[in-house]
């Protein structure tokens, strides 16, 4: 029985730092979406701006699905708008509507920093 419980405990650590892992890995992609994003669009680039704005939708959306698995809904919320700011960025400027593409990026930026002020890593597992 006690064997049973230590092992469960080593599996929930070791799958929660593989999930704290590759979440930073993904984090270091989205800044670097992210800065390029920003250079895309001050270059009135709709082409290049739609898919990274596209990549950090997909991300967001990800991220929603992980923190809903999580039970954490406020950061679920953030995550969701995070992506829906994304969308509106790709649509505005595949649409060549670059102060529509720079109003939802500021969205997107706010979001990034909503959910990292909630510093959701630091909650106790829910489950
Ligand atoms: C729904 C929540 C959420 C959203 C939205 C979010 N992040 Fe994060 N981010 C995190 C968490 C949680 C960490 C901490 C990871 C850790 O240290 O375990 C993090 C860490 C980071 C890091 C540090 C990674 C490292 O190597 O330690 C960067 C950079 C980052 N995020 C960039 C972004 C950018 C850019 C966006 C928006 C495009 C974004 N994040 C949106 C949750 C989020």
Not at 30 to 53: F, G, I, M, P, T
Not at 61 to 72: D, I, R, T
Request: hydrophobic fraction near 45%.
């Amino acid at each position: 029985m006690r064997c049973k419980l230590l092992t469960g405990f080593v599996f929930a650590v070791l799958a929660s730092a593989g999930t704290a892992e590759h979440r930073k890995q993904s984090m270091d992609a989205a800044q670097e979406w992210k800065e390029e994003l920003w250079e895309a669009l001050s270059a009135r680039d709709a082409k290049k701006s739609a898919k990274l704005a596209g990549k950090l939708a997909a991300l967001g959306k990800a991220e929603e699905a992980e923190w809903k698995k999580a039970g954490q809904e406020d950061v679920r919320a953030l995550a969701a708008q995070n992506s829906a700011a994304a969308r509106e960025v790709l649509l505005s400027a595949r649409a060549g509507r670059f102060e529509q593409a720079l109003q939802a990026f500021g969205r997107l930026e706010a979001t990034c920093r909503g959910c990292h002020d909630l510093h959701p890593e630091k909650r106790p597992p829910v489950r």
